[in-house]
């Protein structure tokens, strides 16, 4: 192993590249039952894979905050620069990605017989998707790639906190996170429905469910960097037994165990339906399962674990835009009389070679940057 990839590695947290892992499976298949599943008998095991998003949410959060702390730069200059390196870490896979789903849309609008096949046309109403403008509330005019709100949302939000961040430092970790974070969360809890449709407010945008949302847990997760930093936090662990860390990872797993029983549960079950508002309650539950992991309670990892984790984060990375293109011609596959398990199969046998073409395509990339530098 070089040099550099021990570095890598050294800097890596590995329990967070491997929840990124299963956190992004956890996405990709709520997408195969909420595109289809949904009307169908076969029992909907990832009703709420949406928390998925909730997770990469916190965990931006809490990077934001920890790149904040170290800068020396000015509020907005520092803002600029988070902006222009979460653009160019997702550029190349994300407007891959579009080109690939922007194809499969007009293939399949071909083979269904539906839709319009003007492409000029088409590719003019998708400008808003290109420039991550999809938050402010311009009609969605072409559909080419499902998971741009995220990114959109991110940057949106990054742009909102990083001068705080930088302007306040740990004022803003300590104080005016955690109190956005609560603000937007009752928000989400007291205008609920705006989840189940997200073109209420304004029409063509996810304003309230991916503004709003990512507003608070990215908010709760710069609070996550506050307390394993504090004093109590690093002083505890810093003079407990191995008996008591083992405690402590019981009570991690358990809560862990809890955020994915909610995430897989059926949505139909004895009493009814879970509403949308226990969503806040999870989020909070998988912040506190955050805590000790971010804080590097577990860090006694072997070294080839570590390698497996990061290839899984890594993988994780692609994925998330991979499945897109899956589902520009999901209606295709939708529309043959497949079992559930040949769909799932199909979905992930697609999704994971879209993930090497993407990591290919960005590798070299790379290495052709790194070439021109020099």
Known sequence: ???????????KNYSIE??????CLVIIHYHLFSHHLWFTDFPNIFARGYMGDEFFFLISGFFLAKAALKSEKKPFDFSVEQLLRRIKKIAIPYYVTWILCFIGQHITMYVMGTGDYDIL??????IYELLFLEMFGFKKGFYSNDVGWFFSALLIVTFVLSPLAVRFKEGFTRYFAPLIALFSYGLLSLH???LFDPYKLISGSFLMKGTIRALAAVSLGAFLHAVVTSEGFTSFFGRVSQSTRRIVLLIDLLLWGLVFAYVILPQSFGTGELTVQLDYIITFVMAAALIPVLGNVFS???????KWALSLG??????YFGQAVFYSVDKIVYDQPFPVWLMALILDLSVFAVTMLLWFISSKAKHARKCTSR
């Open 121 to 126: 046309s088409n590719l003019g109403n998708s």
């Open 300 to 306: 006694a990892q072997k070294e080839s674990a570590g």
């Open 18 to 23: 491997f929840l990124r892992f299963l956190f």
């Open 192 to 194: 609920f429905d705006y």
């Open 1 to 11: 192993m070089t040099d550099r990839n021990m570095t890598l590695l050294k800097n």
């Open 314 to 319: 890594q993988f994780a990375f692609f994925a």
